[in-house]
């Protein structure tokens, strides 16, 4: 039986917090660190996948980015590719400060956004291995995908949401905010609004978690989305990488996972009959979480 541990590290000048999941009978486990995508939380579907990490031997720690669910830190909703980067990288050394993981073995695990950050990471960090769940891996196509979807009232909504914060930061009040995910048709602004985004977002959390999620993030965001291309830094990633793709993916174009594994190395690919979020709680998910496991005990033992 898998034990939980509930802990904390230090990340910037805040707590993070995070769960250790250690696998039964295994001394000296290797270690995989994981985050959510866009916005999530910790417990939103990674808590299935860290326990059959540990099933496989492999321990894991699941962590919330500053401004996130349990961890410290403000202002709170602000998604920040630099800042959440830097929370893998202090992940990584609170597993190699413990005595009982091996941290000189870790791997890195994302999903959508933090799918990004891992192969972003993965090229100048000392990891054995990445595993990348329908990854963000070029901001250019995913927003290019959005405005397909959402025309002009999108650019219109972007636009407006990215001034309003401007003032924001400028005057040094606190954050403008947008939702995070919506549909199309409404007129408030939301960042993820393609087809089914509202509905698989939310098949991620947790029932006692719905009704107080707030369903926002701060605009800034906008701004960083084109300029953060993983997929710019996969040759230099000399590890190996799994990279999961869902083929009804309506967040991340298959034209921007072609790329990404034109440009690595050494990479296994898997497509299956999946949307964006069915690959971490839909009825497939077992079986990515089962391919995973292969994966990185492979790769990590």
């Known amino acids: 039986m898998t034990r939980i541990e509930t802990v904390a590290f230090t990340s910037g000048r805040s707590e993070v917090a995070g769960t250790l999941f250690h696998p039964e009978d295994t001394e000296h486990p290797p270690v995989v660190v994981m985050a959510h995508g866009f916005a999530a939380r910790r417990t939103w579907g990674l808590p299935a996948f860290a326990e059959r990490f540990a099933d496989a031997g492999i321990a894991a720690l699941a962590f919330d980015y500053r401004g996130f669910g349990d961890s410290g830190g403000g202002p709170r909703r602000v998604v920040s590719a630099r800042k959440q980067r830097a929370d893998y990288r202090a992940a990584l050394e609170y597993v190699r400060s413990r005595d009982d993981v091996d941290g000189d073995t870790t791997a890195l695990w994302g999903m959508s956004y933090s799918g990004g950050h891992v192969l972003a990471l993965a090229a100048t960090e000392d990891v054995e291995t990445v595993v990348a769940t329908v990854p963000f891996t070029d901001g250019l196509h995913v927003a290019g995908h959005a405005i397909q979807h959402g025309g002009w009232e999108y650019v219109r909504g972007m ?56 369903n926002r993030t701060a605009a800034r965001v906008l701004v960083e989305i084109p300029f953060n291309r993983p997929v710019s830094r996969a040759p230099s990633v000399d590890v190996p990488v799994f990279v999961l793709e869902a083929t009804d993916d309506q967040i991340v174009p298959g034209a921007a996972i072609d790329r990404l594994v034109d440009a690595l190395d050494d990479v296994h690919r898997v497509r299956l009959p999946a949307g964006h979020f069915e690959s971490l709680v839909g009825a497939v998910s077992p079986e990515v979480a089962a391919k995973q496991a292969r994966f990185l005990r492979e790769h990590l033992q």
Do not use: C, K
């Open 159 to 214: 636009t407006a949401a990215i001034a309003n914060d401007a003032r924001q930061i400028l005057f040094r009040r606190d954050p403008h905010y947008v939702r995070v995910v919506g549909e199309s048709d409404r007129d408030d602004f939301a960042v993820l609004a393609t087809p089914g985004s509202l509905e698989g977002y939310e098949t991620m959390i947790p029932e006692a978690e719905r009704a107080e999620w707030p």
